[in-house]
């Protein structure tokens, strides 16, 4: 079982709706980072979170320790949001590790 | 503001060759760290270096060797290459082993034919 779980796997969407994109982990983390990847490799990080809520711009992501879960919010959604969005969290412990889920493609259509 | 540079971007090259990939961290930053992500896969960490030493390992094959420069800089030597070793491979940065702040280079697409 991968350390790090997202769902769904893709995710096609119309201009204008509300996304939920969900992340499990099963390890102790020491902080979660929202990741967006263009087509062509370019990672951008959205986010990263320890407790809580944060928000930019459109996007919303919050953490949940206790049950060991994250979503990441997208309202408004718009075609120039299609991209992979990966979930990776920072391990605990003293060899600090980026652990990465396999991302969830989403495709928004005009 | 100054991201994370890589270069090249895009690398083509045959089975048993080698090749050298330079990440170029944002200025004051000490702690490099690199990554392969395989077609449809999941990033995974290779290697990290900090004030030129290395300060972590992952799943980095014998056949590949790196290291951090006075400038900071990082290049990853591969060697023997295999078409298995296709791959996209990005850098990050951070400041003194701050491996909770990463910033992300664009990547270098490897292709082994």
């Known amino acids: 079982k991968n350390e790090v779980e997202q769902s769904p796997q893709n995710l096609t969407a119309q201009e204008g709706e509300f996304i939920t994109i969900n992340c499990s982990y099963s390890?102790?983390?020491?902080?979660l980072h929202w990741l967006q990847q263009h087509p062509g490799g370019g990672i951008v990080s959205l986010f990263m979170l320890s407790s809580g809520k944060k928000k930019h711009g459109r996007l919303i992501a919050t953490i949940n320790i206790q049950e060991k879960h994250s979503s990441l919010h997208i309202t408004a959604s718009h075609p120039r949001d299609s991209a992979v969005y990966i979930c990776a969290v920072l391990t605990q412990g003293g060899s600090e590790k980026l652990v990465f889920g396999k991302g969830m493609k989403l495709t928004v259509n005009p | 503001a100054a991201g994370v540079i890589q270069s090249p971007r895009h690398l083509i090259k045959e089975k048993r060759e080698t090749a050298t990939l330079k990440c170029y961290p944002i200025?004051?930053?000490?702690?490099v760290y690199w990554y392969q992500q395989g077609p449809g896969q999941d990033p995974q960490f290779l290697i990290s270096f900090y004030e030129k030493m290395q300060s972590d390992k992952g799943s980095i094959p014998d056949r590949f060797s790196a290291q951090q420069f006075s400038d900071y800089h990082s290049e990853l030597n591969m060697s023997s290459l295999e078409l298995g070793d296709s791959a996209l491979y990005f850098c990050a940065s951070s400041i003194r082993q701050r491996t909770d702040t990463q910033y992300f280079g664009p990547g270098t697409r490897l292709t082994v034919l």
């Open positions: 390890v102790g983390i020491s902080a």
């Open positions: 200025p004051r930053h000490d702690t």
